[in-house]
């Protein structure tokens, strides 16, 4: 058998599957507490992004970042 090769389910073992009792068990039963602990305070749709321009040489980027972006 080689890694990753799916294992395929036979008539026989699908039937004796159908015949087996379904055990339920609740949260409750293993102590286990899911009642929600968060609390959504606002929905805000996100801020619509700005078109981008195009730059004609690496001098116009430099000068557009450091003039008008002031990040150099």
Known sequence: MRLNEPRYATLPN???AKKKPLEIVRPADLG????PRLTTLRVVEPSKRVAGIR???VTELLAKL???????
């Not at 286990?32 to 009642?35: A, F, P, W």
């Open 55 to 57: 730059v004609a040489d």
């Open 32 to 35: 286990v507490d899911v009642s």
């Open 66 to 72: 450091k003039n008008e972006a002031k990040v150099i």
């Open 14 to 16: 699908i039937m004796k």
